[in-house]
């Protein structure tokens, strides 16, 4: 299976609060985990990539968890700012298939 | 560097016409690909290239032709424009293609078919 399942459809957070956006997938030769973000009007950016060698990483507020046993990962971001007002893809990829994308979660962070 | 590159921005087409979207990249990436972006359906591969000459298809190709004789350079067709193929479109680049490289994105053509 190529799917990868993204979840909420959408997510409105309070200022500083926390956005939580899972994913799931299917085939177990994916070993790249990437998170991209996209602002309205623009192409999608590099946000925050993980191997399946970590359960987790950091990079300032957002923070991904890895669940190899479960095929599932998350996007984490703390202390959630309107400029983090965006929509979030989550992927999957591997040396010998191409990346594949998640549906996206529009998030809106309220004042 | 300019990175990737499309136009134009926004296009207007009624059903039957043809039309082709630009892209060039200028970080000598040798996989090119475009994506086309509906609501609550995420990124569709449409077609890609690992190289000058080198293309194929992806998920969604039907309705669209490419091709690719620079590695700068990377256009997509649209033969007969539907109002199906109403979307977003972005075009990427990456070094190699590999999965597990960082895909560099375009700010992508919105494209309206009446």
């Known amino acids: 299976q190529q799917q990868v399942k993204q979840s909420p459809q959408s997510l409105i957070v309070q200022k500083g609060g926390i956005s939580i956006i899972n994913c799931a997938y299917e085939n177990t030769a994916f070993d790249y985990f990437p998170w991209y973000q996209q602002f309205p009007g623009k192409g999608p950016a590099l946000l925050i990539a993980i191997r399946p060698d970590v359960s987790e990483k950091k990079e300032g507020r957002f923070t991904i968890s890895f669940n190899k046993s479960a095929k599932q990962f998350s996007l984490h971001i703390m202390d959630s700012q309107p400029g983090d007002s965006a929509t979030y893809f989550c992927a999957a990829g591997s040396g010998g298939f191409k990346t594949i994308f998640g549906a996206g979660t529009r998030l809106f962070v309220k004042a | 560097n300019a990175g990737v590159t499309q136009t134009p921005k926004f296009q207007v087409l009624k059903t039957g016409q043809s039309m082709t979207l630009q892209c ?35 998920e969604v190709p039907n309705g669209y032709n490419v091709s690719r004789s620079t590695t700068e350079d990377f256009p997509l067709r649209l033969l007969s424009a539907a109002p199906s193929q109403t979307s977003v479109y972005f075009c990427a680049s990456s070094s190699s293609g590999r999965g597990q490289e960082t895909q560099y994105f375009g700010p992508g053509t919105r494209l309206l078919v009446l």
């Open chain 2, 24 to 58: 060039a990249q200028d970080m000598n990436h040798e996989y090119m690909s475009w994506y086309r972006q509906d609501p609550g359906m995420g990124l569709r591969l449409i077609h890609y290239s690992v190289g000058a000459g080198i293309t194929d298809q992806g």
